[in-house]
Structures are given as structure tokens and as C-alpha cells.
């Protein structure tokens, strides 16, 4: 799409050039009907003519001097369409015996023209000799225009320039950059503009790191009365039956494991720093925890590539992808694919031959506490983020996750990595 200063520049030469061209046209064919001023000039004309009944010597002579002095071509008639002379060698139009006052006469660009008519009756035809061509009409048109569009053009581009600056801090505030303000400049529309969305953005920011705090708080504390809950089920002993006892651990267990990935999103949506930044060999890394596996369910392949990134969220982000392909694919082999991709990533590709992934779910599976359609109906079901922290931590080193279909059935979870060393 054309961009909006571009469109408001257009329109504004298209416009003088439009208005420009109307002005020549009225210029070069338009033909008034009488001119005010024009009877000023024929009185001035009549004291430079001789009288009527004047010889014609002295007729030719004066029309002569007019002639040469102001660069006209002229003709002189009686009041009953006579002529009685002529200087300057341009033919003239004989005046209509309709005419009553003097007027502008149509000349098609051969020169202004123009019919006096004297106080005794006579007419004389006036034609400046210097014709107004329409080439040199249009070229000043035009030279007008490029002037004014030289210098129009600073001040339609600092309108919209500060649009797109305000366009920018929005799309920013929409990626997450919740810090994006944009400067306020002027006192107009735009710039009130720019201040309502500082205010919002400054709104936004506060709620929503009012929500990171509650939700890192609330998971940080409630650590404490599970640890509690699971000290008194130890503490039970064999009063309780073994089956309730090992229903409740579970139960327990999935509670910590939400706790510790609500507080794992909830420091990576505050860009905290978990660990620090390493190198770190992402084959070698997808060999530590596939080992966690039986080799006859998980098998390796790929070479060596090294990223700059945070060993401990990386490790979380293989360990989800493969903890997710097992838990949709039980009784299926798991592959894992680690290499190099474009010239700065790296592409870890975690593959099953599980139901797959309906196409319209593809993108909702990346979502907190989201389930699939297509999931199977165990025990074993998670606490509903595992994918939507790969998806996190994949954009926090700088890349993406996507789930795919794979060929002959099942699903291929793909993550970009950038920062490669």
C-alpha cells in the first residue's frame, strides 16, 4: 500500500497542477465578454488616433507609431465596418456590427486581442504581437508546480514521518516491548495522538506487570503449603492405603511441576536472566536428555552445532519437546534432529509417529493449558504448558517453534535457534 505521505504529496502537486492547467485554459480560450479596464484604453487609444474623417496619411502614420512603440498589431474601422487602416501585419477580425462596448476577442494563442470601440463609433483591433504560446504556458505551469512541491514536501513528510514513528512504537508495545513510548511533538492532532497512546502503553504496562508479579508470587508461595501437604502424607505412614497415598503424590507432583513452570513463564515473560549466557554444543545437549529415554525410543542424528544462549531454559525447551512426543506418541520411536540452519541459527527437529496435529490446531497447541483435539486419554496428561514455555524460550534466544505435519503420519515440532557461534 502506497504509504500516507506519499498519497497527501500526490494530491496536493496534482492539485496545483490541475488548477494550473484550468488557469491556462481559461487564459489561452476563454473569451470575456467585455473588460472593465478596456474602456480605459480606448479613451487613451482615441487621443493617439487621429478624428474621424481624418486622411488616410495620417491614418496609416499613427497606426504605424502605435504599432512600432508598444509591439501591437492593429486595425482601425469606421462605425459602419469600413476599415481604414492597418499596422503590424497580423490580419485582425472585423468587429460585429452587434458590439455596443469594447471586448477581449477570442485568439487561440495567436496573442492577446482585443476590440476597442472609440467614442465616435469607430473600432479598433488591438493584437499584442507576442503571442502566448502553450508550451510556455505549461513550462511555467510546471516549473510553478516542482517549486512548490520542493517545498511542500518537508512539511508533509514531518506529518506522516511522525505517524510512522507512532506507527513503529505500536507495533513494538504489540511484540511485548512494553517500555515503548513515543516522543510528543507539536501541539496537533498527531501529537495528542502520541500522548493518549503513551498513557495507555504506560497502563498496559503497569497491569500487566502487576499480573507477573501476583502470578510469580502466588506460584512462589504456594511451594510452601505443598511441601507441607507432602511432609504429612510421609508423616501418615502405613495409616494410609497405599493406593490413596500414591494417588495424592501424584497429585502433588503435577502441582509442583505446574509451580515451576508458571514461575519458569512468568521470569521469561519479565526477560529476567535465568543462568547465564554460554556456548553450548545443541547436539550434545539433545544427547543428555535423550539419554533420560530408552535407546529404542529415541533416536539421535545431526551434527554439531554450538549457540550462545541459556543452557538451563535450553535444556528445559528439548526436554519438553521430547516429554510431549512421548506422552502423544507412547508406543511410537521418537526422532531428533540437531544441526546448523542459514548462516547465525540452528534447527532442533523433534519428530513422532503419533495421530498428528489437525492443521487448525497447529497454532493453539503453542497456547498455556491448551489440549489438543487429538491428545490421548491417559493418566498421564501434563500440566498444560509444556509447549507454550518451547515457544518462550525458542523466541527469547531469538527464533520460533512450529508444529508440522509429518509425512506418513505423526507430527514434526520444529524450533529455530539464532546466536550461533
Not at 239 to 251: F, Y
Not at 316 to 333: G, I, M, W, Y
Not at 346 to 368: L, T
Request: include cysteine; proline fraction near 5%; hydrophobic fraction near 45%.
Amino acid at each position: 500500500m502506497r504509504q500516507l505521505y506519499v498519497q497527501i504529496y500526490l494530491a496536493f502537486v496534482a492539485s496545483l497542477l490541475l488548477l494550473g492547467l484550468l488557469f491556462s485554459v481559461a487564459w489561452l480560450w476563454m473569451t470575456p465578454a467585455a473588460g472593465g479596464g478596456l474602456e480605459a484604453i480606448s479613451a487613451m487609444a482615441e487621443q493617439h488616433l487621429p478624428p474621424s474623417g481624418a486622411p488616410p496619411e495620417e491614418i496609416e502614420a499613427a497606426l504605424q507609431e502605435l504599432s512600432r512603440k508598444f509591439q501591437l498589431s492593429l486595425a482601425l474601422w469606421d462605425a459602419d465596418g469600413e476599415k481604414l487602416g492597418s499596422a503590424g501585419g497580423s490580419p485582425l477580425p472585423r468587429p460585429d456590427r452587434s458590439w455596443t462596448s469594447s471586448r477581449f476577442l477570442r485568439s487561440r494563442g495567436r496573442g492577446v486581442t482585443a476590440a476597442l470601440r472609440l467614442s465616435d463609433g469607430r473600432w479598433v483591433v488591438v493584437r499584442h504581437r507576442q503571442r502566448a504560446h502553450a508550451f510556455a504556458v505549461l513550462l511555467s505551469i510546471l516549473l510553478s508546480a516542482v517549486a512548490v512541491a520542493i517545498s511542500a514536501y518537508p512539511l508533509v513528510r514531518r506529518l506522516t514521518g511522525r505517524l510512522e514513528r507512532l506507527q513503529a512504537r505500536v507495533d513494538a508495545l504489540g511484540e511485548g516491548q512494553l517500555g515503548s513510548r513515543v516522543a510528543v511533538e507539536g501541539k496537533d492532532e498527531v501529537a495528542r495522538l502520541a500522548s493518549s497512546f503513551n498513557r495507555a502503553a504506560e497502563r498496559i504496562e503497569r497491569l500487566v506487570e502487576a499480573q507477573r508479579t501476583l502470578l510469580a508470587g502466588a506460584s512462589h508461595e504456594l511451594r510452601s503449603p505443598l511441601t507441607r501437604i507432602r511432609m504429612a502424607v510421609e508423616l501418615m505412614g502405613d495409616r494410609a492405603p497405599s493406593e490413596l497415598k500414591a494417588r495424592v503424590a501424584r497429585e502433588i507432583d503435577e502441582l509442583d511441576e505446574l509451580i515451576g513452570e508458571l514461575i519458569l513463564a512468568s521470569r521469561i515473560e519479565a526477560r529476567q536472566a535465568i543462568g547465564r549466557e554460554d556456548r553450548i554444543d545443541l547436539l550434545a545437549l539433545a544427547a543428555e536428555e535423550s539419554s533420560r529415554y530408552d535407546d529404542s525410543l529415541v533416536g539421535l542424528e545431526g551434527s554439531p552445532v554450538e549457540i550462545r544462549g541459556d543452557r538451563a531454559l535450553l535444556r528445559r525447551l528439548v526436554r519438553n519437546l521430547l516429554e510431549n512426543a512421548r506422552k502423544h506418541a507412547p508406543a511410537s520411536p521418537i526422532d531428533v534432529v540437531v544441526g546448523p540452519e542459514s548462516d547465525d541459527g540452528a534447527r532442533i527437529r523433534v519428530m513422532d509417529r503419533g495421530s498428528g496435529v489437525p492443521e487448525e490446531e497447529r497454532e493453539r497447541i503453542f497456547e498455556p493449558f491448551y489440549s489438543s483435539s487429538s491428545a490421548p486419554r491417559t493418566d498421564d496428561r501434563g500440566v498444560g504448558l509444556g509447549l507454550s514455555l518451547v515457544r518462550r524460550i525458542a523466541r527469547h534466544h531469538g527464533g520460533d517453534a512450529r508444529c508440522l505435519a509429518r509425512p506418513g503420519g505423526g507430527s514434526i515440532f520444529e524450533v529455530d535457534l539464532t546466536g550461533r557461534v
